[in-house]
């Protein structure tokens, strides 16, 4: 059935400014991580990637190596590009990333100009695209100069393959090295997406500081904890949930006890919030001003539809604040 993009998308949704760039994101972002791989069913992607952008969430967050295998989500992705989004190319910040182990041989990990320029290419014939808006260098290479990785997402940009650069999982310090490489060739750098959320909180220790003072934006990925920080476990684990899934990157294990009884009191405070726990997870992470946009994962549309109705409450008392810390411990 053909779709076609809902006429009040943007009725209720609010973008924040990414970093001090000219670039708006919406408050939740879609990521295709998990789910969208070659065994997953097509129309449950379709429905969430088109459902996404019906509610406002215009940025859809992708990289080389999601799947499985490697490639498969970004060919999920164009698939639905060509039989339905086309027509709202310019309404869409698509993002990709290279950085993680891709294919055989020495070319193809890390961050080295070979590996990160050939990878957007074949990211782009994946997808179907002229050019992505957001290209990452997905993790720090400590072999290889900055001044390489950096010249490569500027050849990047200078080429028109990718609008705007920016890495990911970089610390404070080699953060703003590449912001300094990247201001001198006067290559527009928005960004560094790292993992943030209640129950891992590294980045307070100095990148909020840091992004605030250089105005790179921080994209933030996993803020629901793959999924703890909503109801997903809250009765065991589901069979079809990602902690239930083999060859995740969360084991059963990593759902404890000990998180659930906090979990559970986060629950609590979010109802008398009004929110579900998953927006109030959400809440957490964007109450930072540098936090241009939370990216989350979905295996269902209710998900997404869930998470996005954050945008109707995102602001937090110092109350609030204290309770949930006191949670946290
Ligand atoms: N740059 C990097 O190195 C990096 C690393 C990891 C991720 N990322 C990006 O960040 C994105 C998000 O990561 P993530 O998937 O770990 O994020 P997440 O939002 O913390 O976890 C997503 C999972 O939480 C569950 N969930 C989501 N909304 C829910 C709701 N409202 N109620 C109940 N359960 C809900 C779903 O689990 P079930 O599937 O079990 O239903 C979903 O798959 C990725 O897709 C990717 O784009 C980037």
Known sequence: MTWSANENRYRNASFRRTGNSGLMLPPVSLGLWHNFGGQADYSACRDMVCGAFDLGMTHMDLA????????????????????????????????????????????????????????????????GLDYVDIYYHHRPDPQTPLEETMGALAQAVRSGKALYAAVSNYDAPRMLQAAAL??????????????????????????????????????????????ILTDRYLDGIPADSRAGTAGTFLQSGDVTDDKLDRVRALRDLAAGRGQTLAQLALAFVLRHRCVATAIIGASRMSQIADCQAVDANMSLDDEELAAILDILG
Do not use: C
Request: glycine share 10%; hydrophobic share 40%; charged share 25%.
């Open 64 to 127: 080389n190596n999601y799947g499985p295998p490697a490639g498969a989500a970004e060919e999920t992705f164009g698939r639905i590009m060509k039989a339905d989004l086309a027509p709202w190319r310019d309404e869409l910040i698509i993002s990709t990333k290279a950085g993680y182990g891709m294919w055989p041989g020495p070319y193809g990990d890390f961050g080295s100009r070979k590996y990160l320029l050939a990878s957007l290419d074949a990211s782009l014939r994946r997808m």
């Open 182 to 227: 990247l201001r001198d060739m006067k290559i527009p750098f928005i960004a560094n997406q790292v993992r943030y959320h209640m129950f891992d909180r590294w980045i307070e220790d100095s990148l909020v500081q840091a992004a605030d003072e250089s105005g790179v934006g921080l994209v933030i990925f996993s803020p629901l904890a793959q999924g």
